[in-house]
């Protein structure tokens, strides 16, 4: 492809709107791998990344957008979110799955955005469990 081509869109169908296109999309992002030891790896994987991207890992890239910091800041806290989720569903027969303000959480919970080792070690934490 060249220069001159159009970018292609990458969007992820809407969970809300198209739950099983979303199913399907991030199923077809894990290929051939196994599930599991994708999510046994993800916190070895953030670490990488967050630590290889140094200081630049707490620059926003524009107003208004999260850094990669604030968006791990924003992983740990859907892992809070979703570890309580299974157990309501693993324990209740018709459990309400409350929502949560994503931004709201970022802005109030992680100000200043905790050290990336606190962060991953909350994560694994979370993950093993």
């Known amino acids: 492809m060249g220069d001159d081509a159009p970018m292609q869109e990458h969007r992820s169908p809407d969970p809300i709107t198209e739950p099983h296109a979303y199913q399907r999309y991030l199923l077809g992002l894990l290929g051939s791998d196994d599930p599991a030891e994708v999510q046994e790896g993800t916190p070895s994987v953030w670490w990488s990344l967050l630590t290889a991207a140094g200081p630049d890992a707490s620059t926003r890239p524009a107003d208004g957008e999260w850094s990669a910091l604030e968006c791990f800041a924003h992983a740990v806290d859907a892992e809070i979110v979703m570890s309580s989720r299974y157990r309501w ?41």
Request: charged share 25%.
């Open 89 to 129: 569903i693993l324990a209740h027969d018709e459990p309400p799955l409350i929502g949560y303000d994503q931004d709201l959480w970022v802005d109030r919970l992680h100000r200043p955005v905790e050290p990336v080792e606190d962060l991953v070690a909350t994560f694994a934490a979370l993950r093993a469990a």
